[in-house]
């Protein structure tokens, strides 16, 4: 099994930045491609950023420029650096990490971390 670890959600005025983490632990061989989704209320769950192991990034228009997404390999961990945040951005963020242990492959997803901007 494989669990991932979420951190670093809170409460923050417009304008205001953010970072968000995320660890993965159990048995990995390789994490390929990790990535954060984010699901507003109402909303459908829709993907915010993706890097691959490469560091090969991928950003939704709404965050191009206002947000960073990096990882750490040999920790296995994953961040999201959110500047100039938004009222817009309020929502669950997901960490989502596609895991390749010895025999399989294997997408999970972490419990989520709410983000709130609010003046």
């Known amino acids: 099994q494989v669990q991932l670890v979420e951190s670093g959600g809170g409460l923050v005025q417009p304008g205001g930045s953010l970072r968000l983490s995320c660890a993965a632990s159990?048995?990995?061989?390789?994490?390929?491609?990790m990535g954060w989704y984010r699901q507003a209320p109402g909303k459908e769950r829709e993907l915010v950023a993706a890097?691959?192991?490469?560091?090969?990034?991928n950003y939704a228009d709404s965050v191009k420029g206002r947000f960073t997404i990096s990882r750490d390999n040999a920790k296995n961990s994953m961040y999201l650096q959110m500047n100039s945040l938004k009222y817009e951005d309020t929502a669950v963020y997901y960490c989502?990490?596609?895991?390749?242990?010895?025999?399989?492959?294997?997408?999970?997803w972490g419990q989520g971390t709410q983000v709130t901007v609010s003046s």
């Open positions: 890097i691959t192991s490469g560091g090969s990034t």
């Open positions: 159990g048995s990995i061989f390789r994490i390929n491609v």
């Open positions: 989502h990490a596609d895991v390749q242990s010895q025999w399989y492959r294997r997408e999970y």
